[in-house]
């Protein structure tokens, strides 16, 4: 499995090269957890009984921070029985993903769950556009482990 620096360093890279003025760190579960409660989507879908692991979510963009965040132990879920250049690419999607988060910002006007999936909707438009090896690597990840 990849070091925790090394995935830093490969977000950090992506953010650099397109300026972006916004930070990545690693954050517990716990607190992960906290953070991504945050976002209506995953508000709704913990309502309808489903649990916070089972959702596969490795990152999450703060738009209140500019920071992107991963978890360790989603990451590890996800990636641990990938070849290290598959678990390169698939920071690199998820870091793609989030950075799409934050050039939509100014978009995203309010937190109702359908603004949220609508965002959902148009960042994965754009990295697929943007990048579509990339984008289908990271469904292919997450679908492995559910129906998302
Ligand atoms: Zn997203």
Redesign the pocket.
């Known amino acids: 499995m990849l070091k925790e620096k090394e995935m830093i360093a490969i977000a950090q890279r992506i953010i650099r090269a397109n300026k972006a003025p916004i930070k990545v760190k690693f954050l517990s579960y716990n607190k992960f957890k906290t953070e991504a409660k945050k976002s209506p989507m995953v508000k709704q879908v913990l309502r309808e009984g489903n649990a916070f692991y089972d959702l596969n979510v490795p990152s ?2 703060s738009h209140k921070k500019d920071t992107i965040y991963f978890n360790k132990k989603m990451l590890t879920k996800l990636i641990h029985s990938e070849s290290l250049l598959t678990q390169r690419r698939f920071i690199k999607a998820i870091t793609y ?2 950075l ?2 934050f050039m939509n910002k100014r978009r995203m006007k309010d937190s109702t769950v359908a603004a949220a999936m609508l ?2 909707d148009m ?2 438009r754009q990295f697929k556009k943007s990048y579509p090896k990339l984008a289908a690597l990271g469904k292919k990840i997450a679908s492995k482990y559910g129906d998302n």
Do not use: C, G, I, N
Request: charged share 30%; no cysteine; net charge negative.
């Open positions: 999450l963009f993903h989030e799409f988060h965002s959902e960042v994965e």
